[in-house]
């Protein structure tokens, strides 16, 4: 089985843009976990443009099911982290000019400072995910570094300009799954994932969990969060059986 993690972070945009009290993030999750979602992920970004520190605490206090912090390796940050102890940490590269995440984590660019704070993490009980790319030398460093986990970034599969580039990008997905688990690393992927392109990706037989924010809250828009999240759980369980009966 594949877990779903359900991304609130754009329930919180709306939110933000009033600057008042709905849509509450903390409501969409209860909302998620009765449509079926595994974990809640969050990303609470330095620049605050959504989710803001009172939905983490909360959220802490009342989500059941696992929590999934995204953070930018920054001093503050990771003591926020510290002090909240979700199930999991994912690592991911920040630029406040960004529209969003733009790419994994360079890992080996910044080897010292994601050390020092998978160390503090891990000190405290936090499993960590590193977001990176599908690369062979990022998941090297990743390894070598004692990563729980690394979620693939997506984006480039998801945003491909052909059915050949898209094709191109899966395989290397399929070869860096492939290459993290024989490290023991646990696969996660996300970014940019949809109701039309997420089957090939949950038919990878390694990875074990999927982020998904952006369509899962923009279709809540329209059918609610608790029909958006039982859709996406049918399609990514669609996607996992193709690669079931393709191996029979
Ligand atoms: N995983 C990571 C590490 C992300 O930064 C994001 C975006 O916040 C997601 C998954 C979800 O991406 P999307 O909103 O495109 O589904």
Known sequence: MIRLGVNIDHVATLRQARLGREPDPVAAAF?????????????????????????VRILRQTVACRLNFEMAVTREITA??????????????????????????????????????????????????????????????????????VEFQTASYSEANSPAER????ERLIDASRMAASHGIHVHMGHGLNYQNVFPVAAIPQVEELNIG????????????RQAVRDMKEAIALGRANIRSAQH
Do not use: W, Y
């Open 167 to 170: 094709t191109e990008c899966l």
């Open 31 to 55: 909302e998620a976990v009765l449509g079926g979602a595994d974990g809640i992920t969050v990303h609470m970004r330095e620049d605050r443009r959504h989710i803001q520190e009172r939905d």
């Open 214 to 225: 952006h369509s899962i809250v923009s279709r809540a828009v329209l059918v609610g969060m």
């Open 80 to 149: 926020f982290a510290c002090e909240i102890l979700p199930d999991e940490a994912t690592l991911v590269p920040e630029k406040r000019e960004e529209l969003t995440t733009e790419g994994g984590l360079d890992v080996l660019a910044h080897l010292a400072a994601v050390e020092t704070c998978i160390g503090q993490l891990k000190e405290r009980g936090i499993a960590v995910s590193l977001f990176i790319d599908p690369d062979p030398r990022q998941i090297e460093a990743a390894h070598r570094l004692g990563s729980h986990a």
